[in-house]
C-alpha cells in the first residue's frame, strides 16, 4: 500500500478519534447542566435571589451568599491579576536563563498542582490567626489570591513569549527603553491571551469551597458585610451545607439545585464579560 495512503488512513483515524472524543466531553458537560437546569430552574425567583435565608436555610433567599461569593471572587482578582501579570513579566522578560529562573517556573507549576484544602489551611494559619484577620473577605480574598496566582502567572508567561522579537527590537530601534516597550508594546498586544488566565481563575476561584471554609465562610448569616473583615456566606460554601447537613435534607435539596444553578450562571456571566473586554482588546490591536 502506497505510503501517502497509510498516512491519510491514519490521519483520519486519529482525527476521528479526537472528533469523537470532543464530541463525548461536549455531552458530558451538556448533559450536566441539563440536569441542573432541570433541577434547580424551578427554584430560581425574584425572591430566591434577592432575599435573605430563612428557617435554617431551607426556605427564603440566597442573596447573601450571592454578595459574598462575588466580593470574594472581586478581592481574590484584585490581589492575584497584578500580582500574577508582574510575575509573568519578571520571569519571561528579565530573568536570566540560569538555574533560579527554572526553579522559579518549577516552583510555579508544582504551586499550581497544590491541593485547593492545603491552601486553606495555610490561610487559616497565616491570614486568620498570625495576622488577627479572622475570619474575613480580606482572608478569603488573599488565600483565594494566592490559589489563582500559578495559573495567571503562567499564563502571562506564555502570552508574553507568543509576541514576536522583531516588535521589541524594533521599539529599541526607536529609542525606548525596556520598560516603556513591555509597558506600550508588549503588554497590549499579550494581554487578550492573558485575559485567558483570569478567565480560568475567576471560574476556579468562584467554586472553590475549602479555601473559604477555613478563613471566611459563615454556616448562616443573614446579613450582608459592611466592611472587609466580616465574615460572609458563600454560594460554593452554602451549596455544600445544603447537600450534606441540615434539619430536613429532602426540603433544602431543592435549594441546593437552585444554588448550583445561580452559582453557574454567576461564572458563566463573568467569563462572559471577561471575554468581551477579551474580543474588544484584541479588535484594538487589529486595528493599530
Not at 501517502?4 to 488512513?9: L, T
Not at 435554617?56 to 492575584?80: D, H, Q, R
Not at 469551597?209 to 473583615?229: G, N
Not at 435549594?255 to 468581551?276: D, E, K, P, S
Request: glycine residues 8%; contains cysteine.
Amino acid at each position: 500500500m502506497n505510503h501517502s495512503i497509510i498516512k491519510k488512513i491514519t490521519q483520519a483515524i486519529a482525527f476521528n478519534i479526537f472528533r469523537i472524543m470532543s464530541v463525548i466531553l461536549v455531552a458530558i458537560l451538556f448533559s450536566i447542566l441539563a440536569f441542573i437546569v432541570y433541577r434547580g430552574a424551578s427554584y430560581i425567583t425574584w425572591d430566591f435571589i434577592t432575599k435573605m435565608p430563612e428557617e435554617g436555610m431551607t426556605k427564603g433567599g440566597i442573596f447573601p451568599a450571592i454578595v459574598g461569593t462575588l466580593s470574594l471572587v472581586a478581592g481574590s482578582m484584585i490581589v492575584a491579576f497584578p500580582l500574577g501579570v508582574c510575575s509573568g513579566i519578571y520571569i519571561n522578560e528579565y530573568a536570566p536563563e540560569n538555574g533560579f529562573k527554572r526553579f522559579i517556573k518549577l516552583m510555579t507549576n508544582n504551586l499550581a498542582g497544590v491541593p485547593s484544602i492545603v491552601f486553606g489551611l495555610f490561610g487559616m494559619s497565616l491570614f486568620v490567626n498570625t495576622l488577627k484577620f479572622g475570619d474575613s473577605i480580606i482572608a478569603g480574598s488573599l488565600t483565594l489570591g494566592l490559589l489563582a496566582l500559578p495559573v495567571i502567572i503562567r499564563v502571562t508567561e506564555e502570552a508574553l513569549k507568543s509576541i514576536d522579537k522583531t516588535y521589541r527590537e524594533a521599539s529599541y530601534a526607536l529609542g525606548a527603553t525596556k520598560l516603556q516597550t513591555i509597558v506600550k508594546v508588549v503588554l497590549p498586544m499579550s494581554m487578550p491571551n492573558i485575559l485567558t488566565g483570569l478567565i480560568l481563575s475567576i471560574g476556579r476561584v468562584s467554586g472553590e469551597t475549602a479555601p473559604i471554609l477555613f478563613t471566611v465562610a459563615a454556616y448562616f448569616l443573614p446579613k450582608l458585610p459592611t466592611s472587609i473583615f466580616d465574615q460572609v456566606m458563600a454560594l460554593p460554601y452554602h451549596l455544600y451545607v445544603l447537600s450534606t447537613s441540615g434539619t430536613n435534607m429532602e426540603e433544602s435539596r431543592g435549594m441546593a439545585y437552585g444554588t448550583a444553578l445561580v452559582l453557574i450562571i454567576i461564572v458563566l456571566i463573568l467569563n462572559l464579560i471577561a471575554n468581551i473586554i477579551r474580543h474588544f482588546l484584541m479588535k484594538k490591536i487589529k486595528h493599530k
